[in-house]
């Protein structure tokens, strides 16, 4: 009943820009924290950045100075912004959301995007 649809992957040279988008619909009360997760061929999924209901954010070190999530609460859409890309970059990208839906009394995690391939070419 909660969807997470991402957007916005591609390829790009190294130094370019991506923005990735992920929308949120269905049957959803509220979202609390919402993340981008990122895995990479051979390598564990990684938390590459997260942004609470309230703003505050979090990002994997390796992107700091070079990333920015942000969020439109109106709209259930969280955002990536990426700059500076470099090929260590390449990988599928994840959505994921923290999600109360209509009919339960808490928040659940296990919501996620479809994953949108980002590959960054030297």
């Known amino acids: 009943q909660v969807q997470l649809v991402e957007s916005g992957g591609g390829l790009v040279q190294a130094g370019g820009s991506l923005r990735l988008s992920c929308a949120a619909s269905g049957s959803i009360f509220s979202i609390n924290a919402m993340g981008w997760y990122r895995q990479a061929p051979g390598k564990q999924r990684e938390l590459v950045a997260a942004?609470?209901?309230?703003?505050?954010?979090n990002y994997l070190d390796s992107v700091k100075g070079r990333f920015t999530i942000s969020r439109d609460n109106a709209k259930n859409t969280v955002y990536l912004q990426m700059n500076s890309l470099k090929p260590e970059d390449t990988a599928v990208y994840y959505c994921n959301a923290d999600v109360r839906s209509v009919t339960s009394p808490y928040y659940r995690s296990d919501y996620w995007g479809q994953g949108t391939q980002v590959t960054v070419s030297a």
């Open positions: 942004i609470t209901s309230g703003g505050r954010t």
